[in-house]
């Protein structure tokens, strides 16, 4: 029987919540921080002393010295941009060597993967997903098809069966007449990334982590995107290819459900999404775009415009039953700070009909809002929840209400000291 537990912090809405910044406040209370899902698909800010990182495939617990990171199973790498996102921290000082371990279970990402991936996203026309463009849909199929390459394997003979794999890509590729491509640099970096990651500890990570929980050590798990971009939870087909929930935990690191402890739900006081696909609360005016300019909601990946929105409920609860949410965490209120009204979305509508459950197709649904008298201060120099103003208290305390789970931190700026701790 474990002792020690795996809390999960997920991202419960599309992503870009603000999982980076939390993982770092949270990681002097853990032993170990794990990704279990996504790759270089997301981009985790952190920023603290003034300095500013943005982490793709490495966990956002590696800025305290004395933790252990580990990138899980379930992740897909990319071993030319691990290699410069690893560099740029190490030229930032920090030694990752001994304190990053890669799952021999990853999925590697080729170069291939990435041009399959424009491919297919090319020859989606309009209904192109809008994916980051980084292979991940092409790597995690392959792991699918039982046709990949995994890290584990760049211990052995690795060449010929990379030169395989590429070489069926490249047949898909003609395939699909899709030509206009030069991977010589590409490869050139990935197989530099390769011999790279060789220097690595590269490690069976399930039995670690596992070794770690009998130990009872306390372990983080660190989402990647968000619930509603889950392959199987998400609003399909304009998703991720990963298992972004709770469940994901368990098979993207090897623990097991009895070890999971809390499950942190983490989500900003407003919405957002980047790519294509249903988003509801989507705002298309003036209001959308001073929150994209207030909140700086440009993709931290691809730099493209994040869409914004105002909160949705109707997404948040069915997010927080299918990762079973016991605490939320709020950030980005101070970005609403001067807004006369908020809004909140509390069901959607369409064709006379009404819903407070996330519908199967949430295309054509319109939000039925409840509004609230803003509160009009500036959040960011708080720095105790006595302070608060009573209309952002009256804002968490309907959001608490109505999704029946406590709002347990509140962030009100991007650095590590703006986090509130709420007394329950
Ligand atoms: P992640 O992918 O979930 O880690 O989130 P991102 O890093 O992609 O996006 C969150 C953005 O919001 C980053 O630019 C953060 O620096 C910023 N941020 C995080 N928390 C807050 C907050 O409470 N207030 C403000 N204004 N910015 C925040
Ligand atoms: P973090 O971890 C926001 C979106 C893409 C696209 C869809 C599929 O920073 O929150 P993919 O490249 O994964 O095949 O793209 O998912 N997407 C994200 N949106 N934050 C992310 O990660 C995302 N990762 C993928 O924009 O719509
Ligand atoms: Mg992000």
Redesign the pocket.
């Known amino acids: 029987m474990a002792k020690g537990k795996v809390d999960a912090l997920l991202?419960i809405v599309f992503?870009?919540?603000?999982?980076?910044?939390v993982v770092d406040v949270f990681t002097p209370k853990y032993d170990i921080v794990a990704r279990f899902a996504g790759g270089p698909n997301?981009?985790?800010?952190i920023?603290f002393d003034g300095k500013k990182f943005?982490l793709r495939s490495i966990p956002?617990g590696i800025f305290d010295e004395g933790k252990l990171n580990i990138i899980g199973n379930g992740c897909v790498i990319a071993p030319d941009l691990f290699m410069a996102e690893a560099q740029e921290l190490e030229a930032a000082g920090y030694d990752l060597h001994s304190r990053l371990h890669i799952s021999r279970r990853a999925h590697l990402i080729l170069p291939t993967h990435r041009v399959l991936d424009r491919a297919y996203e090319a020859a989606k026309g309009a209904a192109r997903v809008g994916t980051t463009g980084k292979g991940i849909g092409p790597a995690y199929s392959e792991k699918a098809s039982r046709t990949g390459l995994r890290v584990g394997d760049i211990e052995n003979d690795f060449l010929p069966k990379y030169e395989a794999l590429k070489a069926r890509h490249l047949q898909i590729l003609r395939d699909l007449s899709y030509t206009d491509f030069d991977i010589t640099e590409d490869e050139k970096l990935w197989l530099q990334g390769v011999e790279y990651m060789r220097q690595f500890t590269l490690a069976d990570t399930e039995i670690e982590l596992n070794s770690a929980l009998a130990q009872g050590k306390h372990i983080l798990a660190e989402g990647a995107q968000g619930t509603l971009l889950d392959i199987d939870h998400g609003t399909y087909p304009f998703v991720s290819s990963s298992s972004t929930v709770c469940g994901g935990v368990c098979t993207g690191l090897g623990v097991p459900p009895t070890a999971i402890g809390e499950v942190f739900g983490?989500f900003k006081a407003y919405s957002t999404r980047v790519g294509s696909g249903p988003f509801p609360v989507e705002l298309f005016d003036e209001t959308g775009d001073r929150i994209r300019q207030i909140?700086?909601e440009y993709g931290?990946v691809t730099g493209r415009n994040r869409r914004c929105g105002w909160l949705d409920l109707v997404a948040l609860r069915y997010a927080i039953a299918i990762n079973g949410v016991t605490q939320l965490i709020m950030?980005?209120?101070?970005?609403l700070d001067d807004f006369p009204t908020v809004r909140v979305c509390v069901a959607y509508q369409k064709d006379g009909q009404v819903t407070t459950d996330m519908p199967y197709d949430t295309e054509g649904w319109a939000p039925v809002y409840r509004d609230f008298p803003g509160w009009q201060a500036d959040l960011?120099r708080l720095s105790s929840e006595k302070d608060f103003p009573e209309a952002f208290n009256r804002y968490i305390a309907f959001i608490e209400q109505e999704t029946h789970t406590p709002i347990t931190i509140v962030?009100?700026?991007?650095d590590r000291a703006?986090t509130i701790q709420r007394t329950r």
């Open positions: 991202g992503g870009d919540e603000g999982k980076g910044k997301a981009g985790h800010t920023i943005v956002s983490i909140g700086h931290a950030m980005k209120g101070d970005v960011t962030s009100v700026g991007p703006q």
